[in-house]
């Protein structure tokens, strides 16, 4: 089976969530569920590959029915919502011991509509989660949607968060230690911050980044050169593109992201077979796990301790953020709301005010600040759209009732590298929020390439204009 594109999948994923939102009904409903499920993966032709009601002789001459059979890739049994999924997987099992082994396939899956359940027959464990959270899940339908995969067990946001600033404190000195420091460096470890998320959220086919690290040496000796072509690609336009008529299938995977973040050419940072193994397992984390806000905490982690405290550079907590941001604006703001939420004139005009507020941190640091009240801000005017939805055409695309955006943002920040941070961080908050409105409103919608950006200067604010 052919590659899918990516985009396509994690948008045809988030349609399939609204439409059968309120399905019930195995028997009425559950083909027509199993074939748009499939058409999420690009199988447009369900019965050229498997089939419906696949007849399975039992032991004990009985005869059972597969709902749905893809005889070396996936098994799907349907139940009504709210019947007993456990009882379906063992049912499915029971089914699986009568097939012959070349047929028996290696997903497992069972549901009632609301709630998906997977497994893999080479693994013990199954995965759980509700059919609207399908777009999170995907990688775990590899072999349907045709893209490679890689399980990895689940752990806590905190496990992640922590691991994963080690690990990139550890490629930061490893890199400073060969001799790649300063400024570069810098820049070199917010790209691939991008990359990291860009991985697990959608903006990159799923997991490519992460295979394009592992189809680079052992050893890390071409891993400079490949990971500086791919910056070179992701700063590519369309139109420059389509004259490259010799770049690979593997680079052209990944799409045009703008913004200046790959602007400039950086020299080749060397690895070694430590350093390619420490992006890979840096890749191996889910990022969509992690909140852009934690920026500041992974990145005042790789800052020089004397420095941080001559700076007083420090990482405030998120829920210390809200403490301060809520009795500062978005309490009031959310009271204003509930008051004008009952006139869809009033609501129209508060939509207008807050998509006109502009939001200024004269010490950002890494941006925490910034991207939780971009965040609230964003929450809020989701919540306007809903009330607003009776009144909304149909027709009207996710874009067009947006108006909150990062340009309403701006910070002063005396050091480059948060300057750069909370860029990026700003930008990363505004896609998951991005996504958020996708599900909300059934329409996948990306802002990329990159146009708008939080004005972030680097300069110290006690002697600067503002």
């Known amino acids: ?51 419906f009601e696949y007849k399975v ?12 059979l893809w005889k070396g890739t996936i098994a799907i049994e349907m139940k ?49 989660f509700k059919t609207k959270d399908l777009k999170k899940y995907i990688r775990h339908f590899s072999d349907v949607a045709g893209f490679s995969e890689t399980d990895k067990e689940p752990e806590t946001q905190l496990d992640v968060n922590v691991k994963a600033a080690e690990k990139m404190a550890r490629l930061h000195d490893a890199l400073k230690t060969h001799g790649y420091e300063g400024h570069d460096l810098e820049v070199y470890l917010v790209r691939l911050l991008f990359c990291l998320f ?23 000796s071409d891993l400079s050169e490949r990971l500086g072509k791919l ?16 770049l690979s299938p593997e680079l052209l995977r990944f799409r045009y992201i703008n913004g200046g973040l790959f602007e400039k050419v950086l020299p080749l940072a060397e690895f070694n077979d430590k350093m390619r193994q420490t992006l890979i397992d840096c890749a191996g984390f889910d990022w969509n796990k992690i909140s852009p806000a934690i920026f500041g905490a992974m990145f005042q982690g790789v800052m020089n301790k004397d420095q941080r405290r001559e700076l007083g550079a420090h990482y405030t907590s998120e829920e210390n953020i809200l403490k301060l941001i809520n009795p500062l604006f978005m309490d009031d703001l959310r009271e204003e709301f509930e008051r004008v939420k009952v006139s869809a004139r009033a609501l129209d005009a508060f939509h207008e ?13 890494c941006g925490n600040f910034l991207i939780i009240t971009y965040r609230e801000l964003r929450l809020l005017e989701l919540d306007i759209l809903r009330m607003k939805r009776a009144t909304l055409q149909n027709t009207l695309f996710v874009e067009n009732l947006l108006k909150v955006n990062v340009g309403q ?17 700003m930008w990363l908050m ?36 503002w």
């Not at 910056?231 to 010799?246: A, G, H, I, S, Y």
Request: include cysteine.
């Open 231 to 246: 910056f070179d690609v992701l700063n590519l336009p369309p139109e420059t593109r389509e004259k490259r008529t010799l």
């Open 353 to 365: 005010k807050i998509s006109r507020l502009k939001f200024l941190d004269p010490a950002a640091g």
């Open 198 to 220: 860009a991985d697990d959220t959608g903006i990159f086919p799923a997991g490519a980044f992460l295979q394009y690290l592992e189809n680079s040496k052992k050893d890390g």
């Open 1 to 51: 089976m052919a590659v899918v594109n990516w985009e396509g999948v994690f948008a045809r994923a988030i349609a399939f969530a609204g439409k059968w939102k309120d399905a019930k009904n195995e028997e009425a409903e559950a083909q027509s569920f199993e074939r748009d499920f499939l058409q999420v993966f690009g199988v447009n032709d369900p019965l050229g590959v498997g089939d």
């Open 57 to 68: 002789p039992l032991s004990d001459g009985r005869t059972g029915y597969i709902d749905y």
């Open 430 to 465: 505004d896609h998951q929020m991005n996504m958020l409105a996708s599900e909300e409103f059934g329409q996948y919608y990306v802002r990329l390439p990159l146009t708008d950006a939080a004005t972030i200067v680097n300069a110290n604010a006690l002697r600067i204009e």
């Open 80 to 128: 009504s919502r709210g019947k007993n999924l456990d009882a379906a997987f063992e049912q499915l099992g029971e089914y699986m011991r009568h097939l012959p082994p070349e047929e028996v396939p290696d997903l497992w899956m069972v549901s009632d509509f609301e709630t998906i359940q997977l497994k893999r027959r080479s693994a013990s464990a199954f995965v759980s």
């Open 409 to 425: 943002f701006y910070a002063i920040e005396i050091e480059d590298f948060p300057c750069q941070v909370a860029q990026v961080g």
